[in-house]
């Protein structure tokens, strides 16, 4: 339960803060728990940080999952509805969180190989179910069939993530509006 704590603890603060600025501290704080007990659990802050990107990618691949195979809908509303719920989800947090992998793509991609294959490593975890969303919407003519759905999954993903870092920056959702409104726009 602990461990549990603190992973969600570090979550929220590297979503806001990023890793490096960070402390072990801050965290312990937050969770009162003793440092003594964070080394029972984790080795070093990198081991912490890398249990924390698979807690995440664990619990948003489960949310790709909910979007993405919500059979009341079709396959380009299921990922439309993914972009309002992600939308309504920075506005909750005053558009100080975005996306966690993206933020540490960012900021981790030149510090150590371990986390920038593993942080990749998740983007095409995202990549392979936005993939099979795609055909989907193809099988139910939606999209073109001579798209290749694996491109237009990467795509979706560079071209999000770079939404999701321009909204905390301006700190409003005209850039999720813009990249939502211009990627299905170019869908037809």
């Known amino acids: 339960m602990t461990r549990k704590r603190l992973i969600e603890c570090a979550t929220a603060i590297f979503t806001e803060k990023g890793f490096s600025r960070t402390g072990i501290d801050e965290i312990l704080k937050q969770v009162n728990v003793p440092k003594g007990s964070f080394y029972h659990f984790f080795k070093s802050k990198e081991d912490f940080g890398v249990a924390v990107i698979d807690n995440y990618a664990n619990y948003f691949g489960n949310k790709l999952?909910?979007?993405f195979n919500d059979e009341g809908l079709t396959p380009l509303a299921r990922l439309n509805a993914f972009i309002e719920n992600a939308k309504l989800g920075m506005e909750k947090y005053h558009y100080a969180r975005g996306c966690l992998i993206g933020n540490l793509g960012q900021e981790l991609?030149?510090?150590d190989d371990p986390?920038?294959?593993q942080i990749e490593s998740v983007f095409l975890d995202w990549e392979k179910r936005?993939?099979?969303l795609f055909k989907h919407a193809q099988r139910a003519e939606e999209v073109a069939t001579d798209i290749d759905c694996a491109d237009l999954a990467s795509y979706f993903w560079i071209?999000?993530?770079g939404a999701v870092l321009r909204a905390k920056l301006v700190k409003?959702?005209?850039p999720l509006q813009t990249f939502q409104q211009q990627f299905f726009a170019r869908l037809h």
Request: aromatic share 16%; hydrophobic share 30%.
């Open 159 to 161: 071209g999000w993530e």
């Open 109 to 111: 991609s030149q510090l």
């Open 115 to 117: 986390f920038r294959h």
């Open 130 to 132: 936005l993939c099979q």
């Open 172 to 174: 409003n959702k005209k």
């Open 65 to 67: 999952d909910r979007f």
